[in-house]
């Protein structure tokens, strides 16, 4: 069974591509330079040269599949809405490729929000104000192909993804502690993430492959990676204070977070019930607190 991954070399997609190894697949990953075709190898994968604008490459990788993975994005926030425009095309042209197949193509998007109830499997990504905020439009494009019977997925990230390696919202949040000299958080703190681990997160990418390849006309569509469905910003903060041993300071300006403001004002409680009910799903990994009190941070 081979399975066509994009993003392989990333933080989730390593894990995703050594897992799926472990368990007997063939594996291509997409590689756009000689040292992410060297990592793919290593890890018994086959690289296949491109990017996400090779649609070409694409296309002919996706049909040679059995299953695709789509973990992709650039992260190039000053480019934020080319990189929305890029990964639209590469999931419509990997879907073309498969148009007429049982394939799978699971397609990455991401929980993050700012809601008032916990998130659930059966909403529909991006509506109202976010629909207009949001560039990265991976969960509409995959409902679009969804409705011209292309069997797609989409796996919901969690906004704090972590463990070891991680350069995502944690880190940062981290990061932003060290050089201040303070732990911070907005407000009363009752802002919440959800939290998953990279590694209890690669085990849902498998899972969802296994359900894709085993239930091609299934109604459950959508999954959310989730372990911890809230954790509030002031928790996390308390635990960085206690960590790095400086002040916690509660800020009432946004714009007194400069560029990483949007990082606390981050509210998205989101639930995995069903994601747990349908795959059998069980997180195993280390929570997020406990992560970063960990070393790995």
Not at 68 to 86: E, S, T
Request: positive net charge.
């Amino acid at each position: 069974m081979k399975v066509f991954i994009t993003g392989g070399t990333g933080f989730v997609g390593s894990a995703v591509v050594q897992e799926l190894v472990a368990n007997g697949f063939e594996v291509v990953g997409l590689a756009r330079s000689e040292t992410s075709a060297q990592k793919l190898i290593s890890w018994g994968a086959q690289p296949v040269r491109g990017s996400l604008t090779s649609l070409s490459t694409l296309a002919t990788a996706a049909a040679q599949a059995d299953a695709i993975i789509h973990l992709g994005f650039n992260n190039d926030f000053r480019h934020f809405f080319q990189a929305g425009a890029m990964d639209r095309r590469a999931i419509e042209t990997m879907g073309r490729a498969i148009s007429g197949t049982n394939k799978p193509l699971v397609v990455t998007y991401g929980t993050t929000g700012i809601r008032k109830h916990v998130e659930t499997e059966h909403e529909v990504a991006d509506t109202g104000l976010l629909k207009w905020l949001t560039p990265r439009k991976s969960e509409i494009v995959a409902r679009q192909l969804m409705a011209q019977n292309i069997n797609a997925f989409v796996v919901r990230l969690s906004p704090a993804v972590h463990g070891a390696g991680d350069m995502g919202f944690t880190r940062t949040v981290i990061e932003r502690a060290k050089k201040s000299h303070r732990a911070e958080y907005f407000g009363l703190g009752t802002h919440a993430w959800s939290a998953v681990h990279r590694l209890d997160a690669a085990h849902l990418f498998y899972l969802v492959t296994m359900y894709g390849l085993e239930h091609p006309t299934t109604n459950e569509r959508v999954f959310n990676a989730v372990a911890e469905e809230s954790i509030t910003i002031a928790a996390i903060a308390r635990t960085i204070s206690r960590k790095l041993n400086v002040p916690l300071k509660a800020k009432y300006n946004p714009l007194s977070f400069g560029d990483t403001a949007m990082l606390y004002l981050i509210n998205c409680p989101t639930s995995s019930q069903l994601t747990r009910q349908i795959l059998g799903w069980v997180p195993v990994q280390p929570d997020l607190l406990t992560d970063i009190s960990s070393s790995r941070y």
